[in-house]
Each structure stands twice: as structure tokens, then as C-alpha cells.
């Protein structure tokens, strides 16, 4: 599945973005998805993950609260809503997926999307 990123930019402490993944070449209902995120000099870290059917998510700490997860099977896409955007949650954004399960770590996802920039003025 070949996955595409969106919606990234810039934005003042306090403010909300939405980023978009756009999956396509395969059954995206047959894939669980995640956001995971990447600072400079710093290791991808897990951001949020749902099941196939959207029934089921996930959050690191400090995103909880703050950022949505949800997927959309008929435009085969993914989102993330950050709301209340911190300077700490400036990183490259990627969406991920895979069809066995979703997971915590990356290494366990089978396909990568390019990331969006993400950075969040103070």
C-alpha cells in the first residue's frame, strides 16, 4: 500500500492542525494504521494507532487529550487532530500501516509514508 502525508506546517503554541494519510493500492480497511513522529536528533517515537474498523485506539501520554486519531475506509484515509500543539510536538509526522495487527513500535509496521513537517512556534 503506498501511503501519502498531508496537512503538516506551521503553527503558534495553542493552535491545531490537521494531518491527513491517504492510502492507496491495496484494501485499506484491511490495514491498521498509526501516526508516529521523528524530531531532529531524536528516535521515531510512537504517536497514536487504530484498529481496522476504527473501534479500537491508542495514544502516547502526552498526546492524550490533546490529539484524535480516526480513519475514513470509504476515502481510504487517516487522520490525526492535534489540538492545544506544544513546541515539543514539532517533529516530521508519518503515517503508518500494517495488516497483522496494531502496534507500539515501528519496527513492527510494513508500510511508510514519506512524513509532513510538523513545527509549532512558541
Known amino acids: 500500500v503506498q501511503l501519502v502525508e498531508s496537512g503538516g506546517g506551521l503553527v503558534q503554541a495553542g493552535g491545531s492542525l490537521r494531518l491527513s494519510c491517504t492510502a492507496s493500492?491495496?484494501?485499506?480497511?484491511?490495514?491498521?494504521m498509526a501516526w508516529f513522529r521523528q524530531a531532529p536528533g531524536k528516535e521515531r517515537e510512537f504517536v497514536a494507532l487504530?484498529?481496522?474498523?476504527?473501534?479500537?485506539?491508542n495514544y502516547r501520554d502526552n498526546v492524550k487529550g490533546r490529539f484524535t486519531i480516526s480513519r475514513d475506509n470509504v476515502k481510504n484515509t487517516l487522520y490525526l487532530q492535534m489540538n492545544s500543539l506544544k513546541p515539543d510536538d514539532t517533529a516530521v509526522y508519518f503515517c503508518?500501516?500494517?495488516?497483522?495487527?496494531?502496534?507500539?513500535?515501528?519496527?513492527?509496521?510494513?508500510?511508510w509514508g514519506q512524513g509532513t513537517q510538523v513545527t509549532v512556534s512558541s
Open positions: 503508518a500501516a500494517d495488516h497483522t495487527g496494531a502496534h507500539v513500535l515501528a519496527k513492527w509496521y510494513e508500510y
Open positions: 493500492g491495496r484494501t485499506f480497511s484491511n490495514f491498521a
Open positions: 487504530i484498529d481496522w474498523s476504527g473501534s479500537h485506539t
